[in-house]
């Protein structure tokens, strides 16, 4: 076999190896390994960084905590403390929950994943959602 066939052959083992049922960037979890691992009882914080209405309107209801992507760096002391703690961060369609998955990570929590695709991708899969506080 030639080498390169071999790197190649490696490289595609590592990268399947490595998917994990999350997305291919490591930051990133698919909705339906987000409701695996709710559903498997998995210790976790989810944080929703969306408005409060939007919120009201309709929301997961293990959520842990709500607090608006440009309100995070003032509310750090909601959050846990244990920076080893997995972290799911969630909005409408993943761009916020992004941003501060982002920020997060910078400020040294390394378990931190953005869900990828937010509330309008759990509700497209016919995921239960809650309106109310």
């Known amino acids: 076999m030639k080498p390169l066939s071999v790197i190649m052959m490696l490289i595609i083992a590592m990268t399947l190896l490595n998917c994990n049922n999350k997305n291919v960037n490591s930051d990133e979890v698919s909705i339906q390994f987000l409701k695996s691992e709710f559903d498997a009882g ?9 408005t409060l209405p939007e919120y009201t309107a309709g ?3 293990f959520t842990d905590d709500l607090i608006p992507y440009d309100q ?42 953005n869900v990828s695709g937010g ?9 239960e959602i809650v309106s109310g506080k």
Not at 42 to 50: C, G
Not at 91 to 110: A, D, M
Not at 119 to 127: K, L, M, P, R, T
Request: contains cysteine; glycine residues 4%; positive net charge.
């Open 119 to 127: 509330i309008v991708a759990w509700q497209n899969a016919g995921f």
């Open 59 to 61: 929301h997961l209801s």
């Open 42 to 50: 998995k210790e976790f914080y989810l944080l929703d960084v969306r």
């Open 72 to 113: 995070l760096p003032k509310h750090l002391d909601k959050i846990p403390q244990d920076k080893s703690t997995t972290m799911y961060i969630f909005c409408r369609t993943s761009r916020r929950s992004g941003i501060s998955t982002t920020y997060l990570r910078s400020i040294g929590y390394p378990n931190v994943y």
